[in-house]
């Protein structure tokens, strides 16, 4: 299904990310090409699978133009948007649960397939936090991982400028649409991202304000993106904490630095490390020991591997789906 028909349906009053999934799975190879032809598929989905909102024409067609403004205007800032259905769309997100229907993305796409390590924590770090984030980025960097945070102030921006730092790639996944960068003092990180091959990505089309609740949605695909989720510093709550039970739910690998500064922005890395939630706990001053990152590569490829066994699964059920169908 064409991305311009799924844009127009997320921009449709009422339809949500369940109905475009119901809809997707219909395989429906009609093409609409106006809010008439698109009413006539949700209500192919209606007799389906019931409770599925037909909106009014005047919804359907103000749907439409939104999305036909989206595109125009996403266009014309070099954003591109990918569906699950395409090639580009990263292998990794489509095992999660809940993957987006839709990705906007700025910059480089192929890095959303490469081996990536999401790096995070609090907006207020120690100045050890911050040091460790960079020194951990540049160092998985180095070793061909994509480094993927927030793009917020205090360790994401630290872990995105240590991979920049080392000529790596660097993602940074945000909550609202890319024609704007927040925090607005991270505008010349995120163009340095792009200008070095990275890529800044959101689910949310263009011209969508940021929101709390878009912040925590963003946090999966951090961790979905990711082979692992390294938490630098946190507190008990906080963004990093829904980042770290979405890594969890999604099956990756969790790894804690035990932090040797003890206060309310840390002691959510000595929580995690007590309740034993850490699959690797990260125990090391300045001079990082080759043997504890070859611990965690090693991980991470157990990891991947799992991913890719997942894919392989998923693809033959689906053939022989196919030729049961053909039978």
């Not at 580009?88 to 890095?111: F, M, T, W």
């Not at 609740?213 to 390294?230: A, K, P, T, Y």
């Not at 040797?260 to 959510?268: D, F, H, L, R, Y």
Request: charged letters at 25%.
């Amino acid at each position: 299904m064409k991305v311009e028909i799924m844009l127009a349906l997320e921009e449709t009053r009422n339809i949500g990310p369940k109905t475009i999934e119901k809809i997707l799975s219909l395989q429906d190879t009609s093409e609409p090409n106006n809010p008439l032809n698109l009413i006539e598929i949700l209500k192919k989905a209606n007799a389906k699978f019931g409770k599925i909102y037909i909106p009014t024409l005047q919804e359907a067609t103000n749907g439409w133009k939104k999305s036909q403004d989206i595109l125009k205007q996403s266009k014309q800032h070099n954003i591109r948007i990918i569906s699950k259905e395409s090639t580009y769309y990263p292998k990794a997100l489509l095992r999660i649960s809940d993957p987006p229907a839709l990705l906007h993305v700025l910059g480089n796409i192929e890095a959303l397939n490469k081996n990536c390590i999401a790096i995070v924590g609090t907006r207020h770090p120690t100045e050890y936090g911050i040091r460790m984030a960079g020194k951990i980025a540049g160092i998985f960097a180095k070793k061909d991982y994509v480094i993927v945070s927030g793009l917020a102030e205090g360790i994401d921006t630290a872990a995105h400028q240590g991979a920049l730092d080392v000529n790596g790639l660097t993602i940074a996944v945000v909550g609202h649409g890319l024609d704007k960068i927040y925090p607005p003092k991270n505008k010349e990180l995120a163009d340095a991202i792009i200008k070095n091959k990275g890529a800044i990505v959101s689910e949310y089309p263009y011209g969508t304000k940021i929101s709390r609740e878009h912040l925590i949605m963003r946090d999966r695909i951090q961790s979905g993106l990711s082979q692992g989720v390294f938490v630098i510093e946190t507190g008990i709550k906080g963004g990093t904490i829904h980042t770290v039970n979405f890594c969890k739910k999604q099956k990756r690998a969790l790894i804690v630095l035990q932090h040797p500064v003890k206060n309310e922005n840390t002691a959510g890395n000595a929580h995690l490390i007590s309740k034993k939630q850490a699959d690797i706990v990260f125990k090391t001053d300045e001079d990082i020991e080759d043997e504890s990152i070859e611990i965690i590569n090693t991980e991470l490829n157990n990891v991947r591997n799992r991913i890719l066994h997942c894919q392989d699964k998923k693809k033959k059920q689906s053939q022989n789906s196919i030729q049961m169908t053909l039978i």
